[in-house]
Every structure is written in C-alpha cells, then in structure tokens.
Nanobody, 122 residues
Framework: QVQLVESGGGLVQAGGSLRLACAAS????????MGWYRQAPGKQRELVAR???????NYADSVKGRFTISRDNAKNTVYLQMNSLKPEDTAVYYC????????????????WGQGTQVTVSS
C-alpha cells in the first residue's frame, strides 16, 4: 500500500524556523493534493496548508506569510517551511496526500502520516 513518513519536527525558540518533510512510498500511481494539518492538545485537527497537483496553494490565516508549502513530485514529497514560529504553532503536524495506487488507478484515497511534534518555546 502507501506509507507517509514525516520528518523535521522538534523544539525551537519563538522566531525560529523549521522545515517539515513528508515522503510517500509504496505502490503509487499518482498523487493529487498534498497538505499539512496540525492538532494542538485539546483542540481539533486543523488545516495548515494545502497544495494541489497543479501547484495552487492555500493557507490557514494564522500562518499566511510565515509558512510555505511546496512539493517535489519526482520524490513524492511535500514540504512545509515554517518561519517566524510562535508558541501557538506548537502542535503535532500531520501530512496528508490524496493518492491513487497502481491497483486502483482511477480512485484516489486520503493517506496520513504518523505525525511529528513541533514545539515552540517562548
């Protein structure tokens, strides 16, 4: 099937930067939209940023101007560059991809990574 593996989380001081990466592997035929979500303790999971197969992007208002999402289709990888981090960005970050496998070329499904912790200290 398909596996998504995230990397790049960690502890950073306010104002610092981190770059998250999420690589997909497995029997992948195509990948449509890719995105990053986050979930803070006691809160619902929320969309942080999303990029379509054509490269169009959208961001949560809280991260606009600070975060940048990008993708490398050759590597089946999505990135999230996070600058000017704030304590309120502290959360577990999950990547999401809309993937069609070789077995089901014309049906795409959502896949999720296991999550990576981002902690921003004040």
């Amino acid at each position: 099937q398909v596996q998504l593996v995230e990397s790049g989380g960690g502890l950073v001081q306010a104002g610092g930067s981190l770059r998250l990466a999420c690589a997909a592997s497995g029997s992948i035929f195509s990948i449509g939209a890719m995105g990053w979500y986050r979930q803070a303790p006691g809160k619902q999971r929320e969309l942080v940023a999303r990029i379509t197969g054509g490269g169009d992007t959208n961001y949560a208002d809280s991260v606009k101007g600070r975060f940048t999402i990008s993708r490398d289709n050759a590597k089946n990888t999505v990135y999230l560059q996070m600058n000017s981090l704030k304590p309120e960005d502290t959360a577990v970050y999950y990547c999401n991809m809309f993937v069609a496998t070789w077995r089901q070329k014309y049906n795409s499904y959502d896949y999720w990574g296991q999550g990576t912790q981002v902690t921003v200290s004040s």
